[in-house]
């Protein structure tokens, strides 16, 4: 079993930046892709980002070109790197592991999830 600790959401401007950190326990999960997904209040969770076991990414429309996922196997961490954020990228954010090198957009794809951290994007 995998836990996932997400990390780093906060309230900020728009047009600022934030890191968010996904830290795995439990096991070693270097080979598991790892996908970033956020839920804004009265919608549906949505797919933001995703990394396969040998760090390929997948970014949706909405953030590309703005958000940036990482990955450190030595520290079993993944990273969201947002920068010029926007009040639509408001919304709880959630870090998901799977038990596959290969990622998927879909939310059903994933074996564990973190708890959720909140991001905040005032005008």
């Known amino acids: 079993q995998a836990q996932l600790v997400e990390s780093g959401g906060g309230l900020v401007q728009a047009g600022g930046s934030l890191r968010l950190s996904c830290a795995a326990s439990g096991r070693t999960f270097s080979n598991f892709a790892v996908g970033w997904f956020r839920q804004a209040p009265g919608k549906e969770r949505e797919f933001v980002s995703s990394i396969t076991g040998n760090s390929i990414t997948n970014y949706a429309d909405s953030v590309k070109g703005r958000f940036t996922i990482s990955r450190d196997n030595a520290k079993n961490t993944v990273y969201l790197q947002m920068n010029s954020l926007k009040p639509e990228d408001t919304g709880v954010y959630y870090c998901?592991?799977?038990?596959?090198?290969?990622?998927?957009?879909?939310?059903?794809?994933?074996?564990?999830w973190g708890q959720g951290t909140q991001v905040t994007v005032s005008s």
């Open positions: 998901a592991a799977r038990r596959s090198a290969w990622a998927t957009m879909q939310i059903q794809g994933y074996d564990f």
